[in-house]
């Protein structure tokens, strides 16, 4: 069973990662304790996964350096891998093989015995509620069931540490579930993790801290409760009825707003962060009565991730792969 770490699992400082003229990561520090979860959180293209690769040794950076469970990531990159499980954006199997097979592959890459690599392997496959589908070829299951096999595969050998690198993309929010469950649960057992996501509610759900970074450099830190008071205030949201009058609706709350709004204007909603909420709401309901614009819906809120990322970033958070 996996023990927490006392010291810092996950220690970087100043990474720096270019590809030609594009920069990647400029001059990022991470800091993940043992035991907790860490969420990294940025526009696409922001440098969440280049930040993985150099972590699990599969990128190395132009400069910086890293440790992860105490081994320096440059000077010892295969007792790192020794350490480590990595559950990528893509599930990384073979759907011609069964659960079995893929299973008992990734412990022998490990370097666990035949016998050992039978036995884990039955054992995870019951954790991971995937005995009735063990001898099952992975082309017949589904993307939840094959993203569960991928993250077994990162646990087979117990590492203390897991990166997982957008581990719920494409999942419907069931299978997304069942995943957070399974993450939760090797947590509570002392696992470290580091998570990449741009599905708010999963760090929100998931992280003990959140780094969000922006163009290869953090931005910000905390907790999601500090995060959110940073925003501060209220947001005033309304839909529309008439999508052609958004224009005029976002002139009427952009009176009253005190940072940028958010506009899904196919959709009819504005969102407005407002520094004094009730007194807000009155004006822009006055105002969108008098003209003539008819509300379908209007209402405050406490500010959500998804504000925080707008507010820091300039952008909505978009669930799109990574380009970098």
Avoid: C
């Avoid at 350096?65 to 990528?88: F, M, Q, Y």
């Avoid at 077994?152 to 897991?162: E, S, T």
């Avoid at 500090?226 to 952009?254: Q, T």
Wanted: proline share 4%; net charge negative; hydrophobic share 40%.
């Amino acid at each position: 069973m996996t023990t927490p770490h006392t010291d810092t699992s996950v220690h970087a400082r100043g990474l720096i990662k270019t590809y030609g003229e594009v920069v990647a990561l400029n001059g990022l520090d991470l800091d993940v304790a043992g035991g907790t979860v860490l969420g990294l959180l940025g526009p696409n293209g922001a440098g969440k996964t280049t930040a993985v690769s150099i972590l699990t040794t599969l990128v190395t950076p132009d400069s910086g350096s890293a440790t992860v469970a105490g081994v320096d990531v440059l000077a010892n990159p295969k007792e790192v891998r020794r350490r480590i499980g990595l559950s990528g954006q893509y599930a990384a199997v073979d759907e011609n093989l069964t659960a079995t097979e893929n299973l008992e592959m990734i412990a022998r890459l490990y370097g666990m015995t035949w016998r050992e690599a039978r036995a884990r392997t039955k054992v995870i496959l019951d954790q991971f509620r995937l005995a009735d589908a063990a001898h099952r070829p992975l082309k017949t299951f589904s993307g939840g069931m094959r993203r569960r096999i991928d993250l077994a595969g990162a646990l087979i050998a117990d590492p203390p540490v897991l990166f997982l690198d957008e581990p719920t993309t494409g999942l419907d929010p069931r299978s997304r579930g069942d995943l957070w469950d399974i993450i939760r649960e090797r947590v509570q057992l002392g696992t470290t993790v580091l998570l990449t996501t741009q599905y708010l509610e999963e760090a929100d759900q998931l992280a003990d801290e959140i780094v969000v970074i922006d163009h290869g450099q953090a931005i910000a830190r905390g907790t999601a409760d500090e995060l959110k008071r940073r925003v501060g205030g209220e947001h005033l949201d309304v839909r529309i009825r008439d999508i052609a009058r958004v224009p005029e609706a976002e002139k009427i709350l952009g009176t009253v707003a005190h940072g940028a709004l958010r506009v899904h204007a196919e959709e009819g909603e504005i969102s407005a962060p407002v520094p004094h909420g009730v007194e807000a709401l009155s004006s822009v309901l006055r105002s969108l009565e008098s003209s003539g614009i008819d509300i379908v819906d209007i209402g405050l809120r406490r500010p959500t991730l998804d504000d925080v990322f707008m507010e820091l970033t300039g952008h909505e958070a978009t669930v799109e792969e990574e380009k970098k």
